[in-house]
């Protein structure tokens, strides 16, 4: 297991949800405190130079662990279950630009809020039949260049729809693609799976990447998260993947940053052992 830290370009809206801003920069800071790669929060495929980016990768020895997609819905409103048909065009659109990038960056795409909403006058069944749809197009094209979507339950505060590994899981089989898989959340996990670990055992077959947090969504080690049942779970799954820290950067980002990597590198290296 790999562990990366979510950050975002300098002129990422207040919506971005990362660390550190600035990619440059954060790629260094990553790499001083034994990070292995970071989380691209981007908006478009735009939104970086990829040269410029596999240059500050290789001066650091960093890779990109995966790109998320937060920011298409937050400043875009671009979803995969809009009851427009023009307005999924865009968001599939911009995915074939970012699966693009991905193709070099990471191979998976996130997919949280993007995935949308049960909107107002929508039925649940409408919803889910506009996500099999939007899915399916983007997992064909993001297939041919070997790259995986990953599908993160959230929890209910945030959106009616996919809030747990089982909804997700059962909307993945209906969708019925290879490369679509989940991303769980442990900070979701916490408010709405009934068991963590538990629940990372049984969905092992779907389970591509995982974004620590603390239950308090600050750093590990700073809220009462029990890690021990995460690292329990995703043993039991035989995970080998990414982690990503996504947590509110309190009291400021890079103390966030340093107490994540502080509590969490060390339990990486156990469980690297022990496998
Ligand atoms: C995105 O990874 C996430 O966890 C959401 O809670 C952001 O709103
Ligand atoms: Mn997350």
Request: hydrophobic share 40%; net charge negative.
């Amino acid at each position: 297991m790999k562990l990366s830290v979510a950050v975002a370009g300098k002129q990422a809206p207040p919506s971005a949800f990362v660390v550190w801003r600035g990619f440059e920069e954060s790629i260094s800071k990553a790499a001083d405190l034994g990070y292995h790669g970071i989380e691209l929060a981007l908006k478009t495929a735009e939104d970086v130079d990829p040269h410029q980016l596999s240059s500050w990768l290789s001066k650091h020895n960093m890779e990109v662990s995966c790109i998320s997609t937060g920011q298409v819905f937050a400043t875009l409103g671009l979803y995969f279950t809009h009851p427009d048909a023009s307005m999924r065009r865009k968001v599939i659109d911009l995915f074939d630009g970012l699966t693009a990038l991905a193709a070099d960056f990471g191979r998976m795409v996130n997919v949280g809020r993007t995935r949308g909403f049960i909107g107002e006058g929508q039925s649940r069944q409408e919803a889910e039949q506009l996500f099999i749809e939007t899915s399916r197009q983007i997992c064909d094209s993001a297939g041919e260049r070997g790259v995986t979507i990953i599908i993160e339950p959230v929890n209910r505060y945030e959106i009616n729809f996919v809030n747990n590994l089982d909804q997700g899981a059962d909307l993945l089989a209906k969708v019925g693609r290879d490369n679509l898989g989940l991303m769980p959340d442990v900070f979701h996990m916490n408010i709405e799976d009934a068991h963590i670990g538990a629940s990372l055992a049984k969905h092992a077959a779907l389970v591509k990447y995982i974004h620590f947090a603390d239950s308090n969504r600050w750093a590990p080690g700073w809220g009462h998260l029990d890690f021990d049942d995460v690292f329990a779970g995703l043993r039991a799954a035989h995970f080998d993947g990414w982690s990503s820290i996504e947590i509110l950067p309190e009291p400021d980002p890079d103390s966030a940053a340093r107490k994540a990597a502080e509590t969490i590198l060390p339990m990486i290296e156990t469980y690297n052992s022990n496998r």
